[in-house]
């Protein structure tokens, strides 16, 4: 089973940052893109930043200049290191991911993270 995980979530304050983290598990032979998606309240689901394996990245123009995603292809590993947030950040961040299984390529993407944005 190919899987991806999210963590760091959570409540912070405008102005605060987080760290999110994503890994990637199972069968998998090689990853190429990764990402960052977000999905907030009576909203549809928007790109919030992506990198390929070769480590180029393009962000949300909402996000540019407060958020830098990595990746630690040793690890299957993706984070989203966010700063200066705003309450309209506010959402569930999903990881997602394009893995060879061996015999395909397959979209994956993780159960999602909260973060909330509030004094």
């Known amino acids: 089973q190919v899987q991806l995980v999210e963590s760091g979530g959570g409540l912070v304050q405008p102005g605060g940052s987080l760290r999110l983290s994503c890994v990637a598990s199972?069968?998998?032979?090689?990853?190429?893109?990764m990402g960052w998606y977000r999905q907030a309240p009576g909203k549809e689901r928007e790109l919030v930043a992506r990198?390929?394996?070769?480590?180029?990245?393009n962000y949300a123009d909402s996000v540019k200049g407060r958020s830098t995603i990595s990746r630690d292809n040793s690890k299957n590993t993706v984070y989203l290191q966010m700063n200066s947030l705003k309450p309209e950040d506010t959402a569930v961040y999903y990881c997602?991911?394009?893995?060879?299984?061996?015999?395909?390529?397959?979209?994956?993407w993780g159960q999602g993270t909260l973060v909330t944005v509030s004094s």
């Open positions: 997602n991911a394009n893995a060879w299984v061996g015999f395909r390529w397959l979209e994956i």
């Open positions: 199972g069968n998998i032979v090689s990853i190429n893109d």
């Open positions: 990198i390929t394996s070769g480590g180029s990245t």
